[in-house]
């Protein structure tokens, strides 16, 4: 049973940093592709960041976060980061991490595995 479990959401000021985590774990699954999507109160999970087996390099993200955010993993922790810089209160979200066992961009239906959330919460 693969799983996925986020940590490092919290409450931040505005202007400040903070990083997420996500193990995969599972036997012997290593996720062809890992994301991070978002949810905001009252509105619909959005795509964040994506990034490939292949690692640097094959990142992409949305344009609301392009230049304040960056996404890695460590093939070897099957883990998955998410740097957050410069947050805004538009940031507010319950932050979810996937995974695809294909090379996948930005569309939920695409990832096979989600993780539980965790929430971040920026003040003005």
Request: aromatic share 12%; with cysteine; glycine share 12%.
């Amino acid at each position: 049973q693969v799983q996925l479990v986020e940590s490092g959401g919290g409450l931040v000021q505005a202007g400040g940093s903070l990083r997420l985590s996500c193990a995969a774990s599972g036997g012997t699954f290593s996720p062809a592709t890992m994301g991070w999507f978002r949810q905001a109160p009252g509105k619909e999970r959005e795509f964040v960041a994506r990034i490939w087996r292949g690692g640097s390099g094959s990142q992409y993200y949305s344009d609301s976060v392009k230049g304040r955010f960056t996404t890695s993993r460590d093939n070897a922790k099957n883990t998955v980061y998410l740097q957050m810089s410069s947050l805004t209160t538009e940031d507010t979200a319950v932050y979810y991490c996937a995974a695809g066992t294909r090379l996948v961009t930005q569309e939920q239906r695409d990832y096979d595995y989600w993780g539980q959330g965790t929430r971040v919460t920026v003040s003005s």
